[in-house]
């Protein structure tokens, strides 16, 4: 039979929790060991009302079920009161292709499996001691980002910078509540840049925000927000200069993340090959060598996030009943 | 509000009937003027248990919405007792990306609206005089392509064959309850391709199955089983030596039909241009010239077919409630 859970029941399965950052982790791992079969994803524009749709998927090796999902972006939206962001997950069964379920998440899985994913870069690749963690975006994914960051690490000052000084008051008094640390506005990205050890790049940018030269001894740096060829969040330059670059999917940032622009200017050769965070998580060697080291973590986001959480979900449900 | 419709509801919705012709009609010219977007299938592989999912898609400009359809085939199932197909449609609004309804058709609405491209393609290529239509397959196209070639012509003589004697006899007695014609079991596909003006190939076959010589002047032959690189049903010389190939979506039949093994082969160029079968529906003078032509439809399957029959099933559902 097939289980149809809608938002609100959802939201009320599957929380920000700690729970969920060994299932993303492992799908990390199967990704970055080719135990993943993950077709490119489908994209469909509708350019005459700014409108997008994405389709990813992965199937995992010996696992029961698999998910396809289906991610809106309707960028007119927000000018009618509507959000941007919707979408739908659908899981099947891996044997026989039987639907086991819809999941009507409107998005909010893949929220959440995002803000997982920033939690697993900063846990592998941040130093252990953080006082202060800047956020760069006032939206969703800047504070989802946050809250999961304060899973593995434990700042005690947060830097927020916003393009919108209104909105960026607004997150910041929206935050206070959620969370037991301090927060400060930051007048520019530069002075955001000096203050902190974490940085969390959350923004649908079509042009660099941190520059090379702000880069500090000891940085990690995850940036998130590029999922498309033409967004960009970090000086490409960057990618060079820092220790360790660690993609999510590296057949992915080659063409979608901020790899990508380094590529495209060359900066970096084409056929050059990083550690995906799936062999840094198998192998914690491989990661961050000295306190002193400069990381960045590429997430674009991928299909094996969605297929863990959506399993999740339904084995929540599945649990309950 | 989404509405979700189950299998049993979308098969009162929609059923086999004319009023589908003009619909799906209308999809593949929107198609072949180049007023859809219609990204590449996406194709996910489980060759442990025999399996795929394919996502299509097709937004067509000026339609308030559009779907997106899975469609998944698990081989393996018919040893337990289970379908082969199985699929799921899901229709977005094209302003907002909000989600219309999620129509758990089961694969349902892929066999008719394909079967309904067939009926689409004999009417504009076949002669309008036919006494003898064969049918090549017997599994649901075959019964479906049969159903709906009654809508557009009316043969005498419905001649079949298939692999298995046994489960063409058993085809023979159910269509004979549905279709006031007679019906004659054909021993080989040369006996049959002697005694008919119209061929329908519904097999999942990765051999020719009509060979070259065995065509006959004023025949017309559609090809609706090869949506898969490796399937093939006409032997590929037949798309040089017929006066007319038509396919649903060139594109598409270059990498997956039967003008794939005639491209392969070096029997036709790669670059030739056919005219697509929306180009004859608007365009009939495009179509046959004489009643000696041998014409050949290619179906590979578009998501526009898909987009179109999903929002016919929506409406149905939203006038009746």
């Known amino acids: ?40 994803i489908m994209r469909l524009d509708i350019p005459e009302f700014h409108g997008e749709a994405d389709v990813k998927t992965a199937y995992i ?12 972006g ?33 998005g909010y899985l893949t929220d959440i499996r995002t803000a997982i994913a920033g939690a697993i870069a900063s846990k592998h690749l941040a130093n252990l001691e953080v006082s202060n963690v800047g956020i760069i975006g006032v939206g969703m994914q800047a504070q989802l980002q946050l809250q999961a ?10 830097f927020i910078w916003g393009r919108n000084k209104g909105k960026t008051s607004i997150y910041i008094d929206a935050m206070k509540n959620k969370l037991n640390i301090n ?3 930051c007048l520019n990205i530069e002075e955001l840049c000096e203050k902190c050890e974490i940085i969390i790049t959350t923004t649908p940018s079509k042009e ?3 520059k090379d030269e702000w880069l500090k001894k000891g940085m990690h740096i995850t940036a998130m927000g590029s999922d498309a060829e033409h967004k960009n969040e970090l000086d490409p330059r960057i990618i060079k200069s820092c220790n360790l670059y660690v993609p999510d999917k590296q057949s992915q940032t080659n063409v979608l993340g901020e790899l990508h622009h380094a590529i495209k200017k060359e900066i970096v050769d084409k056929n050059k090959k990083f550690k995906e965070l799936g062999e840094i998580i198998k192998n914690p060697n491989l990661g961050r060598q000295t ?7 590429d997430l674009t986001g991928t299909g094996v996030q969605d297929t863990a959480i959506a399993r999740h979900t339904y084995d929540i449900a599945n649990s309950n009943i």
């Open 1 to 40: 039979m097939t289980i149809i859970l809608h938002h609100e029941q959802i939201k009320k399965l599957a929380s920000l929790n700690e729970n969920l950052i060994p299932i993303i982790e492992n799908a990390f791992v199967s990704l970055s060991e080719g135990r993943a079969t993950t077709p490119p």
């Open 61 to 72: 090796k010996g696992l029961d079920s698999f998910a396809i999902k289906i991610a809106l």
């Open 74 to 106: 309707f960028f007119n939206n927000p000018s009618i009161g509507l959000p941007s962001s919707n979408g739908l997950m659908i899981l099947f069964d891996s044997k026989t292709g039987a639907l086991k379920a819809v999941l009507l998440d409107q």
């Open 149 to 158: 960051l304060m899973l593995v690490r434990k700042p005690t000052n947060a």
């Open 183 to 185: 927060f400060h506005q």
């Open 208 to 210: 660099p925000l941190i």
């Open 291 to 297: 306190k002193n080291d400069i990381t960045v973590c």
